[in-house]
T-cell receptor, first 112, second 113 residues
Framework: GESVGLHLPTLSVQEGDNSIINCAYS??????FIWYKQESGKGPQFIID?????DKRQGQRVTVLLNKTVKHLSLQIAATQPGDSAVYFC???????????FGGGTRVLVKP | GAGVSQSPRYKVTKRGQDVALRCDPI?????LYWYRQALGQGPEFLTY????????KSGLPNDRFSAERPEGSISTLTIQRTEQRDSAMYRC???????????FGPGTRLTVL
């Protein structure tokens, strides 16, 4: 595939501040969206998901917002902690299949 | 087991050799998925199974790649006649059902010399 390589968009956040990570998706037929967190040397870890019949879903310290009009997804992390430092990926899935399509990642660096 | 396991964790092979990558899903998980992840990018879908049936193999790059899950549990991804461009992290995931949360394994880092 194409070589985006190591040049991930990076979000530097002060510990305790809120973080917002954005993602644009391409497929209007997608009806399930997921955010994954990936720490160095580990596999992606599920954070939160949202179905297309919702526009907001909250978890513990995280909120996902879905705007289907502009095909935009965001992840908000409240009171960001050092343990939140990782690469974050959004992914989409269509109802008819199980194929997850991942977007480009965003690296979050939490400064103490 | 406690999570998805994969073996080997690292595999170095010479160009032209065949390799077999193993995935042991979470016990009882019906669905099993294979992805490939390049450095700095998100996982790219390869194929998936429900029980022993391969449901979608549209992501396999070419016919050198194949996967099986003969008893609906452990799966093997085989790459024949490896090429340098096959070098990547190969990840397996499993879920308790179609359309549900996928749990990822630690991956197998394949390096083709």
């Amino acid at each position: 595939g194409e070589s985006v390589g190591l040049h991930l968009p990076t979000l530097s956040v002060q510990e305790g501040d809120n973080s917002i990570i954005n993602c644009a998706y391409s497929n209007s037929a997608s009806d399930y969206f997921i955010w994954y967190k990936q720490e160095s040397g580990k596999g992606p870890q599920f954070i939160i998901d949202i179905r297309s019949n919702m526009d907001k879903r909250q978890g513990q310290r995280v909120t996902v917002l879905l705007n289907k009009t502009v095909k935009h997804l965001s992840l908000q992390i409240a009171a960001t902690q050092p343990g939140d430092s990782a690469v974050y990926f959004c992914a989409e899935n269509k109802a008819a299949g199980n194929k997850l399509t991942f977007g480009g990642g965003t690296r979050v660096l939490v400064k103490p | 087991g406690a999570g998805v396991s994969q073996s080997p964790r690292y595999k170095v092979t010479k160009r032209g050799q065949d390799v077999a990558l193993r995935c042991d899903p979470i016990s009882g998980h019906v669905s099993l998925y294979w992805y490939r992840q390049a450095l700095g990018q998100g996982p790219e879908f390869l194929t998936y199974f429900n029980y022993e049936a391969q449901q979608d193999k549209s992501g396999l790059p070419n016919d050198r790649f194949s996967a099986e899950r003969p008893e609906g549990s452990i799966s093997t991804l085989t790459i024949q006649r490896t090429e340098q461009r096959d070098s990547a992290m190969y990840r397996c995931a499993s879920s308790s059902g179609q359309g549900l949360e996928q749990f990822f394994g630690p991956g197998t880092r394949l390096t083709v010399l």
